[in-house]
């Protein structure tokens, strides 16, 4: 698990490790931006396009946050269903992780009993194995991570066994960590120690202030609740991020952050390095 600190200055730590070829993926949304600078995704200047164009109108919606679900990167993007959605049976070619943004999703074998997963909850989907996804709700959106693509769909008659097993998390079984000074973190998937990266939610109090502190090479984060404001130092302006909006941390940067609103906010972080969270 992540090594959790408390100081004076509420320090929480998340301990994550070296990434082998992270480095070389792209960074989100503003790719020529100066390496040092942060670099944010609005949800509202998301690009939408059909995730299986196979399928036409009965095709999810998919928008890339960072990397190329078509080319064999690591690559994050959300993915938003109809209400009543449900897919035919079918399998894929990569092994992926889901986190929940909004409605309800069902992701399991073609014959489980619909197990609905609320915002928060966090699912994982092994390659080559047969499921289907369902969704009920006005507004049904996921979070979607693959380490490597292309992210392809492929009829049930191509199913293999890949040695991996499924996970479905529920968000009322998120084990949250207190950090002592009001965050909090879930640690959801990873191997600690070179060559691995990690994946953690981080929760922050309502009327938090902070700052992250970034000595990874990489640290990609993806709101997953309520509203996220960044003020850099090193760039003019600030960024409030809603729901599916997301960052990318230059190395050795530090970024105050936070949450103004009177609800908490939930964030999803990919690191292949250090993170510091501070609260004043």
């Known amino acids: 698990m992540p090594k959790i600190t408390t100081t004076a200055t509420r320090t929480l ?45 009965n095709s999810p919606s998919a928008g890339t946050l960072w990397g190329d679900r078509s080319a064999d990167v690591a690559t994050g993007f959300l993915v938003q269903f109809r209400d009543g959605f449900s897919s035919p049976p079918h399998i894929h070619n990569v092994s992926y992780r889901g986190i929940v943004i909004s409605g309800l999703i069902q992701n399991d074998d073609p014959d489980a009993a619909k197990m609905w997963m609320p915002a928060g909850s966090y699912w994982t989907q092994p390659k080559g194995e047969a499921h289907i996804t369902a969704a009920k709700g006005s507004m049904n959106m996921a979070y979607i991570e693959i380490d490597e693509g292309p992210y392809l769909v492929h009829a049930t008659d191509a199913a293999f066994e890949s040695g991996e097993r499924p996970v479905n998390i529920d968000s009322s079984n998120i084990v949250w960590l207190d950090s002592g000074g009001g965050a909090q973190i879930a640690y959801l998937w990873g191997k600690l120690g070179p060559g ?85």
């Open 13 to 57: 730590a998340l301990a994550l490790t070296v990434c082998a070829g992270c480095s070389s993926s792209p960074t989100p949304s503003t790719q020529t931006e100066a390496p040092h600078a942060l670099s944010v995704l609005h949800y509202e200047d998301v690009d939408w396009s059909p995730l299986n164009p196979a399928r036409g109108d």
């Open 196 to 280: 691995h990266t990690s994946g953690v939610l981080l929760k922050l109090p309502k009327h938090f202030n902070g700052t992250f502190n970034n000595d990874a090479s990489h640290t990609r984060g993806v709101v997953i609740r309520g509203q996220l404001k960044l003020q850099p130092t090193r760039q003019p302006g600030s960024h409030s991020l809603n729901a599916g909006s997301a960052f990318d941390l230059p190395e050795a940067f530090t970024l105050p952050v936070s949450n103004s609103s009177d609800h908490e906010c939930i964030i999803y972080i990919r690191s292949d390095g250090a993170l510091t969270v501070s609260g004043s």
